[in-house]
């Protein structure tokens, strides 16, 4: 690993309210919806840290299973701005940082990787866009991970966005995913019609 890793933040730490019950955990293709997320971040970074809920335990389980580093966020509940500074925290020093939704799982993995080579080029914030709508992952240059460690609320980090406007690189990208995140089931029936990240089988499968 480099002197200045690249470390992908997952964030799955939501309640899935809208959908009824655990999002995350429902079967696309055969796996947990948060695996294809986890499948396309995996290969383009260094280490991946998940950021659950606590008392998560099957969620966390899963994601163990599938290579990432949990880490369990007490305040998750207060808003998604509590588990990406949690998740930043817990990164190595001085990282960058790719930040994706575990309820987004048809993001491309090459779209991640052009997310990290635009950061390693010098960017500051790195937003993919489709059709001129930005999406996620969202890339951060090691410069900003202590300001990530202190967001609090519901917002994520649009008010770091905002008030680094300027430093922000949009790069646009022919992959719609970046836009899709699954809410509803719903929006789940219409993922299952997307051509997805195949998820490596766990050893126990093989």
Do not use: W
Not at 76 to 90: F, Q
Not at 190 to 205: C, G, I, M, Q, S
């Amino acid at each position: 690993m480099s002197t200045c890793p690249t470390v992908g933040i997952l964030l799955a730490a939501g309640a899935g309210r809208r959908f009824g019950g655990d999002k995350l955990l429902a079967p696309l293709h055969g796996r947990a919806l948060v695996l294809h997320a986890l499948a396309a971040l995996h290969p383009a970074v260094d280490q991946v840290i998940a950021v659950v809920r606590p008392g998560a335990g099957a969620l966390a389980d899963a994601l163990e299973q599938a290579g990432a580093q949990v880490v369990e966020c007490p305040r998750a509940t207060l808003g998604m701005g509590h588990s990406l500074a949690c998740g930043a925290d817990h990164a190595p020093p001085a990282a960058r940082l790719l930040v994706s939704l575990g309820d987004m799982p048809a993001v491309r993995p090459d779209t991640i990787r052009r997310v990290r080579r635009a950061l390693e080029r010098g960017a500051v914030i790195v937003v993919p866009t489709h059709h001129g709508h930005r999406g996620h992952p969202v890339g951060f240059a090691s410069a900003l991970q202590r300001e990530l460690t202190r967001l609090v609320g519901d917002q994520g980090a649009r008010a770091l966005l905002q008030r680094h406007a300027a430093d922000v690189r949009e790069i646009a990208v022919d992959d719609p995913g970046i836009l899709h995140d699954v809410d509803t089931p719903t929006d789940l029936s219409e993922t299952t019609a997307r051509a997805l990240t195949p998820v490596p089988r766990a050893p126990a499968d093989r």
